[in-house]
Nanobody, 117 residues
Framework: QVQLQESGPGLVKPSQTLSLTCTVSGGSITTNYYYWSWIRQAPGKGLEWMGAIAYSGSLYDSPSLKGRTSISRDTAKNQFTLQLSSVTPEGTAVYYC?????????WGKGTLVTVSS
């Protein structure tokens, strides 16, 4: 059973870069055909897929975030990371990491990030 755990600062100031790490256990981030995603949910809103890194290292991001996302991985640590630049208060959300073949089958518990000065 794949398990994921998000970690990172709970408070980020506007215009700064938000950085989160997802630590994976019970499976390898290089397992064929698995995709490793970041998803967020702002208060009172639906889930928003932000981007993903594939088992191969290929990257995918959401056009709505206009190039502000950067996803990378550390295969030795079995971790993948999210960086979101130029955050605004609208970036306040619970951020989740997840994985699966074509859908997100496994989810982390989520971490609340507040963007505020």
């Amino acid at each position: 059973q794949v398990q994921l755990q998000e970690s990172g600062p709970g408070l980020v100031k506007p215009s700064q870069t938000l950085s989160l790490t997802c630590t994976v256990s019970g499976g390898s981030i290089t397992t064929n055909y698995y995709y490793w995603s970041w998803i967020r949910q702002a208060p009172g809103k639906g889930l928003e897929w932000m981007g993903a890194i594939a088992y191969s290292g290929s990257l995918y991001d959401s056009p709505s975030l206009k190039g502000r996302t950067s996803i990378s991985r550390d295969t030795a640590k079995n971790q993948f990371t999210l960086q979101l630049s130029s955050v605004t208060p609208e970036g306040t959300a619970v951020y989740y990491c997840g994985s699966g073949h074509y859908a997100v089958d496994y989810w982390g518990k989520g971490t609340l990030v507040t963007v505020s000065s």
